[in-house]
T-cell receptor, first 115, second 111 residues
Framework: DAGVIQSPRHEVTEMGQEVTLRCKPI?????LFWYRQTMMRGLELLIY????????DSGMPEDRFSAKMPNASFSTLKIQPSEPRDSAVYFC?????????????FGPGTRLTVL | SQQGEEDPQALSIQEGENATMNCSYK?????LQWYRQNSGRGLVHLIL?????REKHSGRLRVTLDTSKKSSSLLITASRAADTASYFC???????????FGKGTLLTVNP
């Protein structure tokens, strides 16, 4: 199994541009999580899905952030418009049942830099 | 807000020594997990301990949980240079399947 796949691995963009991060979870996992990691705030849960349906998006910082999961094998996190304070590493993780009782498997992350 | 808080923030030891990291949390939990993150990589699950368990072992790892003190410890015995990484505790509050991570302990094992 290839594990959780994220693309791109690195993204550098200018303030105001739209950014789309992509994630392919492990096949058969029905939970998908998006996290953001910064030195100041640590690892924060942004949103998670169960069977492609968003369950909790209370961690999404503001309306500029949106996430979709059109099918069981693909999810996107979009930032529009991007701002310098969005610079962070964004992780996608998947789990076969739920993070509360089972392991979460993390992707390698996307390092986003907004200039 | 952070549910788990690791202590110390950074730890530097020599190869072969034991490393102990602690995690404190604020509310009742369903289970607690420890993860490792190598520089520039994603997190990797190490071990899970449920709220009704007090101690768990996996290879060179030993985790304890004291629910009365709302704390957990991770012990790595006979450390190796390859154990150099950040270690995070993550708590689950129940059936909502959310994990809340602490800010981690950066462990450096010097050869």
């Amino acid at each position: 199994d290839a594990g959780v796949i994220q693309s791109p691995r690195h993204e550098v963009t200018e303030m105001g541009q739209e950014v789309t991060l992509r994630c392919k979870p492990i096949s058969g996992h029905d939970y998908l999580f998006w996290y953001r990691q910064t030195m100041m705030r640590g690892l924060e849960l942004l949103i998670y899905f169960n069977n492609n349906v968003p369950i909790d998006d209370s961690g999404m910082p503001e309306d500029r952030f949106s996430a979709k999961m059109p099918n069981a094998s693909f999810s996107t996190l979009k930032i529009q418009p991007s701002e310098p304070r969005d610079s962070a590493v964004y992780f996608c993780a998947s789990s076969p049942t739920g993070g509360g009782t089972d392991t979460q498997y993390f992707g390698p992350g996307t390092r986003l830099t907004v200039l | 807000s952070q549910q788990g808080e690791e202590d110390p923030q950074a730890l530097s030891i020599q190869e072969g020594e034991n490393a102990t990291m602690n995690c404190s949390y604020k509310t009742s939990i369903n289970n607690l997990q420890w993860y490792r993150q190598n520089s520039g990589r994603g997190l990797v699950h190490l071990i899970l301990i449920r709220s009704n368990e007090r101690e768990k072992h996996s290879g060179r790892l030993r985790v304890t949980l004291d629910t009365s003190k709302k704390s957990s410890s991770l012990l790595i015995t006979a450390s190796r240079a390859a154990d150099t990484a950040s270690y995070f505790c993550a708590t689950s509050l129940g059936s909502n399947y959310k994990l809340t991570f602490g800010k981690g302990t950066l462990l450096t094992v010097n050869p």
